[in-house]
């Protein structure tokens, strides 16, 4: 072997080398994650459920195999605000098919597959490693990594254990012992997520997923995006979000996807493609939140219910551009009047409040039409239910507006606006037909459309008139 000559550059070169040496087989140490990723891996420590939903080639998995290492060694860095352990682990890491797992889960947690040599030079660090078990079938798999784990601190020393699946092995091959955690990569079928929910609930441990959701709204995505199922949380993660691309490389990649597949694939956002009422990209309607200028009218759209949420969203009207923001949403199942009122009226009780036809309906309690339940409450109520100046009400000339202005760029939604978002993405047709499920916000935002002719500001005519002249 070369050895470098022992003079004082010679020295320097060698600690060069060795220090990369070093990093090279102890990644784990100079890992620091884009604000999403670590956005991602503090919210462990909050929520049981959680899902990384972000573009292709955006570090997604990288991520995920540097928080399972630093679960498996109990080797985590002083930043780290997540899910820990401090004692050794028993986990599962499972992907689409055992070559998917190899070439992704393993080659990132351990190193190049088949080359040991490499073992050691991604995510677990090469001191810990103890033992690698090979996958039978499957050419330079493996099924089950063991690693040394602690031993400093308050961490306990001993030996951590991740198995490595696929989902094609079907749910049985994951109904095995008691897990302290689970992360799997590449959306999985429903069913081997529960079965990997159900092997953590001994321990309440994490469960974890990353994934770009091209499916669309499968039902695994709607447990966290549509259903919101309690101790879930997700992360959406685009290509504009991480470090390693410029401006310039991004917009090339974003433009190269076929436009149906670019929600998902540039930001992780699921689509519904031809099926979708509104099929207009999310990235072109939704804004940053801003303060909204106080001569610009606004106006409250209101959807009743009970079971389903009571809804209200808040519009801003840019006349002079004519672009609608909606820039506010409320959402409540199972409350009275007065608590959705109190809410309401907490954004702006001049708002004008634009309501729908059944609010006529009366109570059958009191007797009394909801809408005058809700006026006696204290809200704006506008004189007449939400209709065109024509007096009609039907839904699909509502939903011909709202698509007319978000192609026009004329309809803007704030990026907070989460729970109009949710619905935005399920949005969509059967046979035709709008399905009416999970709408309320969609319902209540095309009332306020209905009703726009009615949007006031709170700025008083005399002071409006003296901003004016104080202006020019």
Known sequence: MYRLPDTPKGNLA???LEKARRARQNRINYYRPYERQREFHALGSKYRERLLSAANQSGKTFSAAMETAMHMTGRYPAWWEGKAFERPTAGLAASVTSELTRDGIQRLLLGRPGVVSEYGTAAIPRDAIKELKPRAGVPNAISHIVVRHGGGGDVQAGESVLSLKSYDQGREKFQADTLDYAWLDEEPPYEIYTEALTRTNTTLGPVYM????????????????????????????????VGHYTKEQADAIVASYPRHEREARAY??????????????????????????????????LD??????????????????????????????????AVHASAIKARGAWIPVAWPHDALQTQKDTGVPMRDTYRDE?????????????????VEPGIQIMLNRMVKGQFKVFSNCEDWLSEYRIYHRKEGVIVKQKDDAIDASRGGIMMLRYARNNVPENFRIHRQNWRS
Request: with cysteine; hydrophobic share 40%.
């Open 210 to 241: 990353t994934f770009t959701p091209l499916k669309g709204m499968s039902q695994t995505v709607m447990r966290f995006l549509i259903d919101k199922v309690e101790g879930t949380i997700t992360v959406f993660m685009g290509i504009y979000d």
């Open 14 to 16: 060698a600690a060069i």
């Open 268 to 301: 992780g956002k699921p689509v519904l493609g031809s099926g979708a009422v509104f099929p207009v990209a999310e990235s072109q309607i939704v804004v940053t939140s801003f303060s909204i200028p106080d001569d610009w009218p606004r106006i409250c759209g």
């Open 378 to 394: 204290g809200l704006n109520m506008l004189p007449e239910r939400s209709q065109f100046e024509d007096g009609s009400i039907g």
């Open 304 to 337: 009743l219910g009970w079971e389903h949420p009571t809804a209200a969203v808040w519009l801003a009207h840019n006349r002079d551009a004519d672009i609608v923001y909606l820039y506010d949403v409320y959402k409540q199942a199972e409350q009275v009047p």
